[in-house]
């Protein structure tokens, strides 16, 4: 039976006054089909799949070369001919047409209200019929759109019907393929605030008060009155101011909040702003927005300051594909990403190179990442031959106008970027095309600045473009930073896009040493942490930038997890159709370089992280060299109880200046130790990887064992391949099957191998390097869920969760 969605007059825990804002997620049939009868009621729809929203079409496969075959030569690899790429989109069938569905119910009083329809995302080409006519379009798959669908509403059942249309060649990764992100019902009164209507901004921020101004947009010019209160995290009410008087339906608002806490990644602290308008005394709309107290400032001599207080990005660029989930948004999903940057020790991302979700931006405001948010992949000059140049003209000013105004109230964002390595910026019209778009971000927002990701740094230079940014981002060419801080007049460089160092979990090749777009039979690349593309570095080469130059503001490392498409440095072979890019692999779980990271970017915490494994067999006696990733600054490695010797960290030593390196490890089965020492050479921590014995058994650990029974909440369970004694086997490959009973579903399922083309919808997979992840999603009801995964041979594991209906 299909679900309906029926407008309620009574308020609920989404209704303020006569406002309504609810999400639309069930219900909905989906057909890949172009048949256009699809947006006419009387068009039957009763073969069509039943689907929740956000979905993605294309993400249940299969992997194919032939979807979005690409002949073309990538200017950064240093190609000047074209030749073809199977796997630069990730392989998957996002090509084609799709029809969404949806009926709504509408009470006959309530059409007397303001309706609007908001999209968060739909990927692409959006075109939008309500009881088959036309009601608008949107083609920007990233960019948030509405409709005021008031007219177009009948008393009774009314369909919503929703055309999707991607284009070969217009993406440079996997882009996804549906309506991705939420849609949202918005109802309202007759007299209302505007869309995105409220505008908070904290301009004078001490420790003593700070000074909070709202403007709130309605649409009556007079005859309204206003009401501001600002609550703390406890409900208790510390700032308030009522208003009657408006500038042509604006309202404008100074509240001071007393001795306020201020928001920062180390203490993300959220107030409550609650705007509600009343007319004739009574009261007809309400919003609630969350906000934090913090000032921004950039300057010459301190680079960023958060606060008063300088501060260095450690941040890394995220992709919008959630892996195996595809691009579908999943709140679980999105908030395990950041936890995991968090721990690692980021305190900023960069939405490359896209407008984020809004749930993304929540999380951070709630965790406490800073952002850039980024809007664009290319202007007028054309990446591929079908992307954003084909729109920019008509619709750059609208996109960037609903992305500032649809998120400009998030304390997290801290700036904005209007392109990544735009064709544009090789040309001086380019850079008046730079300020054109700079100039509508500072129109909607005049409280964050500007920023581009450069890579065509000598260019940039020359023709004016890099001195027109409010804040040069470099991408790379980290042997331009000093000729760059010279020529541009801002006395600050950002590192934008950095490193893209490459790396399999869990593989190790030799030998071990620098390579650019080393290329290996099994398509892996070595997890030694010393290979990159031929326009990319190893992580030292931004590291003593950042160190050593005060002018550097910091980084944003391309990328915190791999993501569907672009296989650099594999672009040309089959199968590969994943990055090799990510910190953490396609499955979330950590490779080596994480610990690199952690080690600098969070240095009061202990790390202590020894590669490569060692089961080596037919290399006893060679020498296989041993990392250590650690915070402390002296380390001592042992190999069955025998020294290889103590290691320091030497400022002098490019290599050895944030790595610890035994070059001469002659390899033999056993136990390899590492013992961390502080300064004062006392022995502070232990860390041991052992030759494992034949697969035996599986452990499986739990991100979360307790869920929100509501649909949609996830636990993400890593499986590990273990022998008899309990060490992980880390060449494993077995076969494994997963079951979910109880109060739950199997989602998904993914091993992080950029080459595997199994399935993530299908509840089996092999393991890769002895490891792999399965998403477990809860039901709507309360209870217990059992996780059981098997694979022959191998004794096999049960996990118990929970799904509770509240916290």
Request: proline share 5%; glycine share 8%.
């Amino acid at each position: 039976m299909r679900l309906v969605v029926i407008f309620l007059l009574l308020i609920s825990s989404y209704c303020y006054g006569q406002r309504n804002e609810r999400l639309l997620q069930k219900g909905w049939k989906f057909s890949r089909t172009d048949e256009p009868a699809a947006k006419q009621p009387s068009f039957s729809d009763k073969n069509w799949e039943s689907v929740s929203i956000p979905h993605d079409w294309a993400i249940k496969g299969p992997f194919d070369p032939k979807w979005d075959k690409q002949e073309v030569a990538i200017v950064q690899d240093g190609e000047n001919k074209a030749t073809e790429k199977t796997g630069r989109t990730g392989a998957l069938p996002h090509i084609g047409t799709g029809w969404y569905r949806l009926p709504i119910t509408v009470a006959e009083q309530e059409l007397e209200k303001v309706h609007l329809l908001q999209f968060d995302g739909a990927m692409s080409h959006a075109q939008v019929y309500l009881n088959g006519k036309y009601v608008g379009e949107h083609p920007y798959g990233y960019g948030y759109f509405y409709f005021d669908i008031s007219s177009y509403l009948q008393a009774g059942e009314n369909l919503l019907a929703v055309r999707l249309e991607n284009p070969p060649f217009a993406s440079r990764w996997y882009p996804g393929a549906g309506i991705y992100r939420n849609v949202r019902l918005i109802s309202k009164a007759k007299a209302h605030i505007k869309h995105w209507g409220v505008d908070v901004t904290t301009p004078v921020v001490t420790t003593a008060a700070a000074k909070v101004r709202v403007q709130t947009q309605t649409n009556q010019k007079e005859g309204l009155f206003i009401l501001q209160k600002i609550l703390d995290q406890q409900g208790n009410v510390v700032a308030s101011h009522q208003d009657q008087q408006s500038f042509q339906g604006t309202f404008d608002q100074y509240l001071q909040v007393d001795q306020p806490r201020l928001w920062s990644p180390d203490s993300p602290y959220l107030y409550q702003l609650i705007t509600q308008v009343f007319q004739a005394g009574q009261l007809v709309d309400q919003i609630e927005t969350a906000f934090g107290i913090r000032s921004i400032e950039y300057n010459r001599q301190k680079g960023f300051l958060l606060n008063g207080e300088s501060v260095k990005f450690k941040g890394v660029c995220l992709h919008h594909d959630l892996g195996p989930l595809g691009t579908a948004v999943n709140k679980a999903a999105l908030r395990r990403q950041l936890v995991m940057m968090k721990a690692m020790g980021a305190n900023a991302i960069r939405t490359a190179h896209n407008m984020p979700a809004f749930e993304q931006i929540e999380l951070c405001d709630e965790l406490g990442l800073m952002v850039i948010a980024e809007s664009f992949d290319e202007w007028q000059k054309p990446k591929v031959e079908n992307g954003y140049n084909t729109l920019f003209q008509d619709w750059a000013k609208k996109d960037i106008q609903h992305l500032v105004r649809a998120l400009k109230n998030h304390p997290s964002i801290v700036m904005w970027s209007s392109g990544n390595e735009v064709p544009d910026q090789n040309t001086e019209e380019g850079a008046k095309l730079s300020l054109y778009l700079r100039d509508i971000f500072h129109q909607e927002d005049p409280s964050r600045p500007v920023t581009v990701g450069m890579d065509q740094v000598a260019a940039v230079m020359e023709n004016g473009f890099g001195a027109a940014q409010d804040i040069p981002g470099l991408n790379y060419r980290t042997h331009l930073y000093e000729d760059a801080y010279k020529a541009f007049p801002q006395g600050f460089l950002l590192g934008s896009e950095t490193t893209s160092t490459v790396s399999s979990r869990g593989v190790y090749k030799f030998p071990v040493a620098e390579f650019k777009r080393k290329k290996y039979p099994d398509f892996q690349s070595s997890s030694y942490d010393l290979e990159s593309c031929l326009w990319s570095n190893i992580v030292e080469d931004d590291w003593v930038l950042q160190d050593d130059k005060p002018w550097v503001m910091g980084e944003f490392v391309w990328t915190g997890f791999d993501y569907l498409g672009e296989p650099s440095p594999y672009n040309e072979e089959w199968p590969a159709r994943s990055s090799y890019f990510g910190i953490c692999d396609l499955a979330g779980i950590p490779k080596d370089r994480y610990y690199l990271y952690r080690s600098r970017w969070k240095p009061e915490a202990e790390t202590l992280h020894i590669l490569p494994h060692w089961n080596w067999a037919g290399r006893e006696g060679e020498p296989t060299p041993v990392f250590v990733y650690t915070n402390y600054h002296k380390a001592e490695l042992f190999l069955n109880g025998k020294s290889q010797g103590v290691r320091v960290k030497n400022k002098d030593s490019r290599l050895d200046r944030y790595r610890l390196r035994w070059m001469e490890v002659p390899y033999e089965a056993g136990e390899l130790k590492v013992v961390a020492y502080d300064q004062d050479d006392n022995a502070v921590m232990t860390e041991v990887v052992r030759t494992a014995g034949k697969p035996h058994s599986l452990q499986l650990m739990a991100d979360r064992r307790e869920i929100l029974a509501d649909g949609q909440d996830l636990s993400f369970v890593t499986v590990q391949v273990v022998d008899q004694q309990g060490n992980p086997c880390p060449l494993a490959e077995n076969a494994l099957q997963v079951q979910v009973r109880g109060a739950g579903k199997f989602k998904a399922i993914c091993n992080g191998d950029p080459t595997s083309l199994e399935l993530f919808h299908l509840p089996k997979m092999k393991a890769f390097n002895g490891k792999l992840v399965v998403l477990v999603q809860s039901d709507q009801t309360e209870g217990e869920i059992t996780l059981t995964v098997s694979g022959k041979g191998l004794k096999k594991q049960q996990l118990s969760l929970r799904a509770k209906t509240s916290w």
